[in-house]
Antibody, heavy 117, light 110 residues
Framework: EVQLVESGGGLGQPGGFLRLSCVASGFSFRTHTMHWGRQAPGKGLVWVSRITSDERTITYADSVKGRFTISRDNARNILYLQMNSLRADDTAVYFC??????????WGQGTVVNVSA | QSALTQPPSASGSPGQSVTISCTGTSSDIGAYNYVSWYRQYPGKAPELLISEVNKRPSGVPDRFSGSKSGNTASLTVSGLQADDEADYYCGSNTGTNKMLFGGGTKLTVL
């Protein structure tokens, strides 16, 4: 069974940092492109970042470029999102998702990030 | 990069069909066949309903179908059921290896 489990969310200070993790199981993690998305309270889904299986192509939404870094450890089946220079509008539930031909076919349950002083 | 455009709401009675539109540009929906659709219940993670414009993953009923014409994609839900009431999002890749989601459509079953 495919499973994606996020962790690392919590309360972050404006200007501070958090590191999210997404542990994958039940499939060949090293062969799949992975994404992060987020959803602010009461708002819609927003795409955040993408990393290919070989890490050669990494892209970010304009709103997080230069502040967030996506990475992966294919030996340990873990996807990461390093979030620096946090802002109040980064407050959201963050989801990781597996990608097959740009369709996000499996999602984690999400981890909550709250940026507040 | 602007979000794809979806109507904020849609509705239909049980048994009826409803179609939700998703409008992009010639740089995303119009340029590629990688439109996807997701259903999300409150407090839950999104679920993939349609990928590559019209492909249903295993387990998704054939009541759900997708199509595309030019810069606009559509999701049709046939034979509406009470548990179809949820938020629906479209997604598309862009020419710069990024992804866009629509703003979401709240489907109400009357």
């Amino acid at each position: 069974e495919v499973q994606l489990v996020e962790s690392g969310g919590g309360l972050g200070q404006p200007g501070g940092f958090l590191r999210l993790s997404c542990v994958a199981s039940g499939f060949s993690f090293r062969t799949h492109t992975m994404h992060w998305g987020r959803q602010a309270p009461g708002k819609g889904l927003v795409w955040v970042s993408r990393i290919t299986s070989d890490e050669r192509t990494i892209t970010y939404a304009d709103s997080v470029k230069g502040r967030f870094t996506i990475s992966r450890d294919n030996a340990r089946n873990i996807l990461y999102l390093q979030m620096n220079s946090l802002r109040a509008d980064d407050t959201a539930v963050y989801f990781c998702a597996r990608s097959v031909e740009w369709g996000l076919d499996y999602w984690g349950q999400g981890t909550v990030v709250n940026v507040s002083a | 990069q602007s979000a794809l455009t979806q109507p904020p709401s849609a509705s239909g009675s049980p048994g009826q069909s409803v179609t939700i539109s998703c409008t992009g540009t010639s740089s995303d929906i119009g340029a590629y066949n990688y439109v996807s659709w997701y259903r999300q219940y409150p407090g839950k993670a999104p679920e993939l309903l349609i990928s590559e414009v019209n492909k249903r993953p295993s387990g998704v009923p054939d009541r759900f179908s997708g199509s595309k014409s030019g810069n606009t994609a559509s999701l049709t839900v046939s034979g509406l059921q009470a548990d179809d009431e949820a938020d629906y999002y479209c997604g598309s890749n862009t020419g710069t290896n990024k992804m866009l989601f629509g703003g979401g459509t709240k489907l109400t079953v009357l």
